[in-house]
């Protein structure tokens, strides 16, 4: 590399999807005559960001898939893929064989839920800009606001068998309307888009996702759900109907 130039940005993509779930084949169950999988693939496919695409299964049938639509297979450990894994341990190795089989390592790394329909390039692109204009952040992630849920409205059961706060509020009178609370956000899980120096290499991230790093950059989305049963099948239908296009 010439002095003085700056070295590019490599951006990837990763798709994540087991072969075994709660939903059989959730993963590649049909919506809308493509299979399940195929939406988030496609949406980074379309994004101008994203050089290279890989995906990450114990399915061969998934990987075959994933090929078809463009995407590099990383056949991934049986260990790596029961139910109590974690995601994060699936990142690593994937990042661990770009570098041995490819020698490549990416700086953004764009890590996608193959459970997933509501995934937007825009909201992608949204996500590397963040990054790219802010080397600092550690990850950029779709949200969604939820105050009926909000942490200070939830209980837990005490050593007695009662309903207690999760907090501490020492004294603070906490209103019973969820609109003069603090607003709360959720994350999606439909996709991270991740610096991976600072966030899966990084140190003390935020719990209980500590991988994402410590400072993570909300995307806010109206809407988004992950497919566990085959009712959210129909939700996913029902969402790119109202999209106007299956190609969102």
Not at 202 to 227: H, N, S
Request: glycine residues 6%; hydrophobic residues 40%; aromatic residues 8%.
């Amino acid at each position: 590399m010439e002095a003085g130039r700056k070295r590019k940005t490599e951006i990837a993509a990763l798709l994540t999807a087991k072969g075994s779930s709660t939903l059989c084949n959730k993963n590649i169950l049909q919506v809308r005559n493509k299979p399940l999988l195929s939406y988030p693939a496609d949406a980074a496919r379309r994004s101008g960001f994203i050089e290279r695409f890989y995906a990450s299964s114990d399915s061969e049938e998934i990987l075959g898939i994933a090929g078809g639509l463009g995407y590099l297979k990383i056949r991934r450990p049986d260990e790596l893929a029961q139910p109590e894994s974690k995601h994060v341990d699936a990142i690593l190795h994937a990042l661990k064989v770009m570098g041995e089989a490819d020698d490549y390592q990416p700086d953004i790394l764009v890590v996608l839920l193959g459970n997933n329909v509501t995934t937007k390039t825009e909201w992608i692109d949204e996500g590397i800009r963040h990054i790219l204009n802010d080397p600092t952040l550690s990850a950029a992630v779709p949200v969604h606001n939820d105050q009926d849920h909000h942490p200070f409205r939830a209980k837990r059961v005490n050593a007695e068998g009662l309903l207690d706060a999760f907090f501490d509020f020492k004294g603070a009178q906490i209103s019973t309307n969820r609109q003069e609370l603090e607003p709360c956000y959720y994350l999606c899980h439909n996709f991270w888009v991740l610096n991976v120096a600072e966030s899966v290499f990084g140190k003390d991230g935020q719990q209980p996702w500590a991988f994402m790093g410590k400072r993570v950059k909300p995307i806010v989305v109206e809407e988004c759900f992950d497919v566990h049963d085959e009712d959210d099948i129909a939700a996913c239908e029902k969402w790119l109907n109202e999209q106007g296009s299956s190609d969102v």
